[in-house]
């Protein structure tokens, strides 16, 4: 078993200040005998866990997936993000993603988290299955079929099998089920201010276990209509909580202090004029005078917000709407990197749980329930966005001309996509599902066709045989069990 990834947590409780240090530095005494076996501090491991999947949900997956789906685009000549714009993703690409960031550190502080407290303190048990589940959840839907039964098995399972996508979702479920069982139970030691997700409430654990279900059973629409009806009903007849306002967002909240800042903040110096909001979004919120613009974009020009048309970033310009303080964080000056980069990851919100129940009302003939939802869900995305009351009313009132002129069910999807700025993957789920936002793919594409699935890493496919043979002409093609296809 790895050693549990501290740079992170030490980071956080020294920010925090809620944690001694002596256990931290006597964890890491230089005259521990490196033959013993070392067990973190419970709270410790918890930070490192959260944190991982903090910094990962807002990496190396969300540019990708966010370019794919046209949130974002690439700029500045021969550089990566122009490479991933037009469609060059290589196996390469993927092997720090897919061996390090998800399996390396996230997965397998978790599980450590898992087997150190199930026994004695199963609420930090509960909170890492949880966790396991919402990041398999990406996992799959990003890469297809993936290690899940036999993962994390570390020494005593080096190569482990594949499992197929439609399996893991089986298996999410039941995870996360033994998750919300887990933290009702009583444990000797009970999260605090460890968690640094939700401060140790496990009723928001909960409800962000049902939320997750619903996504995934949303997935299942309209491939496996009958299924996703099914499942959502019965979660909701069941009396199961859920998401009732912002404050249940599933969140990692980052600092203004230096490298403490949240990693799509960091990015952007570190790769300056690289990562541009995509004209397919701009346009898209341009057309409706959306109020959001005004924190999710900076003007170009002067009271205007320019977007980049994926695939042009060839021709080096930086003329153009850059990300703004809803991704960034408060500003600290007038210069184009002077953030304070404290803006939050959000991973799962509530207002992307209202824009599910909107699209499962549409699909099931309740069109009351329906626009009701989806008004819910867009309030809470102008809440998140800081936008004033008199102008989300405003806004607000668009929504049944919006469903006139394009229907019911493509108005929830393309406001979930304005929702669900920052989030990685999801957005570019519910476009291979419902074909919404309708693109079209990249200026000087490399492949045919939008990219429906990541490619394997190839250092885990020299290390693994099991691992699936998936060629760059398959990126194309439907991977994932709920992928309708083009």
């Known amino acids: 078993m790895r050693i549990p990834h501290f740079t992170k947590y030490l980071m956080f409780t020294a920010a925090l200040g809620t944690f001694s240090l002596t256990a931290c530095e006597d964890f890491l005494d230089i005259n521990q005998s490196p033959n013993s076996v070392l067990t973190p501090p419970t709270n410790n491991l918890l930070v490192a866990a959260e944190s991982d999947l903090g910094f990962l949900m807002g990496s190396d997956v969300h540019r990708y997936s966010s370019i794919f789906v046209q949130q974002f685009a690439g700029q500045g000549g021969l550089v990566q993000t122009v490479d991933y714009d037009r469609y060059t993703v290589t196996a390469t690409d993927m092997n720090n993603l897919w061996r390090t960031s998800i399996y390396a550190d996230a997965q397998a502080d978790m599980k450590k988290l898992i087997e150190q407290t199930q026994a004695t303190s199963p609420k930090y048990a509960g909170i890492a299955k949880i966790m396991q589940a919402f990041l398999f959840t ?16 570390f020494e005593a399972q080096l190569q482990p099998a594949y499992d197929k996508s439609e399996d893991v979702y089986t ?10 069982d887990d933290i009702k139970k009583q444990s000797t030691l009970t999260p605090g201010s460890d968690d640094l997700l939700y401060g140790g409430d496990m009723l928001k654990w909960e409800k962000l276990a049902n939320a997750l279900k619903l996504r995934i059973y949303i997935h299942y629409y309209p491939k496996i209509s009958a299924t996703a009806t099914t ?14 306002s912002t404050a249940d967002n ?30 397919t979004l701009v346009d898209l919120m341009n057309s409706k005078a959306d109020p959001r613009r005004a924190t999710y974009f900076t003007e170009f020009p002067a009271g ?23 991704l960034r964080g408060a500003r600290t000056g007038t210069g184009v990197q002077d953030y304070a980069g404290d803006a939050p990851i959000r ?40 936008v004033p009351a ?11 001309a919006q469903i006139a002129a394009k229907g019911l069910l493509r108005t929830i999807i393309e406001e979930k996509f304005i929702a669900n700025y920052g989030v990685a993957v999801e957005p570019w789920s519910d476009w291979r599902r419902t074909k919404f936002p309708a ?5 000087g594409a490399t492949l045919p066709a939008i990219p429906r699935i990541l490619p394997y890493s190839d250092l885990e496919r020299v290390t693994n045989p099991n691992t699936p043979a998936r060629s760059s002409s398959d990126l194309t093609k439907p991977q994932v069990f709920w992928d309708p296809g083009a």
């Open 304 to 326: 205007q917000y320019t977007g980049v048309v994926n695939g042009t970033g060839t021709v080096v310009s930086t003329s153009f709407s850059r990300m703004h303080t809803y």
């Open 439 to 443: 693109i079209t793919p990249s200026v």
């Open 171 to 180: 298996g999410l479920i039941t995870l996360i089920n033994s998750g919300i």
């Open 138 to 153: 990406v996992t799959t839907d990003a890469f297809g079929d993936i290690p899940f039964s036999q993962a994390l098995q």
């Open 231 to 244: 499942n959502i009903n019965t979660l909701l007849t069941s009396g199961a909580p859920l998401m009732t």
């Open 390 to 400: 008199a102008n989300a009313t405003t806004y607000l009132a668009t929504l049944p």
């Open 250 to 279: 599933f969140q990692m909240v980052f600092q203004a202090l230096s490298n403490r800042t949240n990693p799509i903040d960091q990015f952007e110096p570190r790769r300056q004029n690289q990562f541009f909001p995509s004209a």
């Open 347 to 386: 991973m799962l919100t509530f207002a992307e749980q209202n824009l599910i129940l909107a699209e499962f009302y549409q699909r099931t003939g309740n069109t009351a329930q329906a626009t009701k939802f989806l008004t819910d869900g867009v309030q809470a995305s102008l809440s998140m966005a800081s």
